[in-house]
């Protein structure tokens, strides 16, 4: 018997994992493919917060950006780079989001140093930038070095039942709570309101003589250089889904189109690509993450009493699935978004801490409720 079982060794499964071993809990991992294998052991795993004029997703990501800098910085040294992130604009109009963005930062801006500014090409170097202090996680190790405390074991789960005051998983391991960290992949739980969209990304490591000490976002997202190996990656790829998909995934014209856009901001010199990962990241319908626990939707239908047309629902009234807890929709900021979340479930399950209605899976059943 575990305290929390914990579906999913992504990074959003990992943070959960880690913060339950530091609560002293008993906790087992698993995922079918081994530890970030997902969207996860894919991503650039850039440390960054949101560019944008206003908004709920700019504010979290904010907040996140300060608490997971912090985080990685002091549990996760050796698997993180603090780097300098220069972020140039594609065109005028994010030219002028990033201009209202510099005139209202509360976050400390820095100069691009002129080194740096020597390695772009002409047309980047004129666009507007922005730049900060930021960082990369090491995406494997950190989720690795993550639940050194936990168990993990390799091996997908097919079914959860709840008997008798506790959970089931695979009719083998019992738990008194379960985190479900899914990421893309078809949902265990299956509730019409959830609803979760993959998008494909491709990420190559290639040697080049260029030297780059900064993490550069403009078309696609470059690291900083490490013994003459950068990394180039994006995740703009909506028309291809592993699961859907007719042909499978062209490699080398993902490669060209990476390599093509690194090109449009940078001078690379002498590239050669030597290796490639790919995978899903899952984002929700309105681009904030789902966080808690997860609404019956046949049961709390049932329930007399409540009304579903309303503006203002209260989520207090629905009936919830007990014990059982999702993490995942964080977009392109998996990795600054996961420690922060994390930290918001494990006060949730422990302590009963509320979790704010913009976070909420709930919000998702109330939209879909509201429109029957
Ligand atoms: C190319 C690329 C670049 C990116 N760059 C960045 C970036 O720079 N910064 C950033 O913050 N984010 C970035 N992201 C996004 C980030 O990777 C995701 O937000 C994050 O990985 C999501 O983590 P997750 O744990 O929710 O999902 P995942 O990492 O996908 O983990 C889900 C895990 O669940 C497992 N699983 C699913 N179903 C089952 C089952 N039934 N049984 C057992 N196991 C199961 C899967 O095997 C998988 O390992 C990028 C993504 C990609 C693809």
Known sequence: MYDVVVIGAGINGCSVAYEMVKAKK???ILDMDGVASGGSG????????KFSKAGELKEL?????????????KNFHTSFTKAQLLHIAQDEISGEILKYYKEHATLKLKSPSEEILATLNPHAKEMQNISLDAGVVDAVSTCQEMIKGAIFKQEKVDSLQYDDGMWVINECYCAKDVVLATGAYEQIIKEPYLKLRGVWGHRIDVKTATQNPYSIHQFVSISPSKDGVLAIGATHNVHYHPQTSQEPYNIQKGRAELLQKAGQTLKLEDVEVIKDYTGLRSGSFDYIPMVGSLVLSGETLACGGINFKTKKPSFDEY???PNLYMINGNGGYGFVLAPYLAKILKDKILNDKK???RLSPARFFARWAKKL
């Open 26 to 28: 008993n906790v087992l």
């Open 42 to 49: 894919a991503a650039g795993a850039f440390v960054s917060p």
């Open 61 to 73: 990501l904010h907040d996140a950006f300060i608490y997971s800098m912090e985080f990685y910085e």
């Open 319 to 321: 009936i919830y699935y």
């Open 355 to 357: 979790i704010s209605k």
